[in-house]
Nanobody
Framework: EVHVVESGGGLVQTGGSLRLSCTAS????????MGWFRQAPGKGREGVSY????????YYSDSVKGRFTISREGAEATVFLQMNSLEPGDTAVYYC???????????????WGQGTQVTVSS
């Protein structure tokens, strides 16, 4: 059974920082894409940032580029999302997911965590 577990959400003021963590276990992909999506109230799901186990390449949405940094811990299926200069528009439930897709072709298939709330106050 696959488990995807996120942690690190919370409440922060505008301009603050948070670090999200995610660990996935129980899957048997040799290569995978792992990363973060978010969904704000009344809005659709948005891909935020992904990282490839194949070559470490990363993807960022335009809305977070330059403010968020994704990283991976060694050979483990553990990823981090360092979020700096947070804005009220970043308020959402952040979900971690993992799939065998290439990151360039990933649209949210695979295994998902339960999500962690990030709230940025103005």
């Amino acid at each position: 059974e696959v488990h995807v577990v996120e942690s690190g959400g919370g409440l922060v003021q505008t301009g603050g920082s948070l670090r999200l963590s995610c660990t996935a276990s129980g899957f048997i992909f040799d290569d995978y894409c792992m990363g973060w999506f978010r969904q704000a109230p009344g809005k659709g799901r948005e891909g935020v940032s992904y990282i490839s186990s194949r070559d470490g390449s990363t993807y960022y949405s335009d809305s977070v580029k330059g403010r968020f940094t994704i990283s991976r811990e060694g050979a483990e299926a553990t990823v981090f999302l360092q979020m700096n200069s947070l804005e009220p528009g970043d308020t959402a439930v952040y979900y971690c997911a993992v799939d065998s897709s290439k990151c360039s072709e990933w649209h949210g298939s695979g295994y998902w965590g339960q999500g962690t709330q990030v709230t940025v106050s103005s």
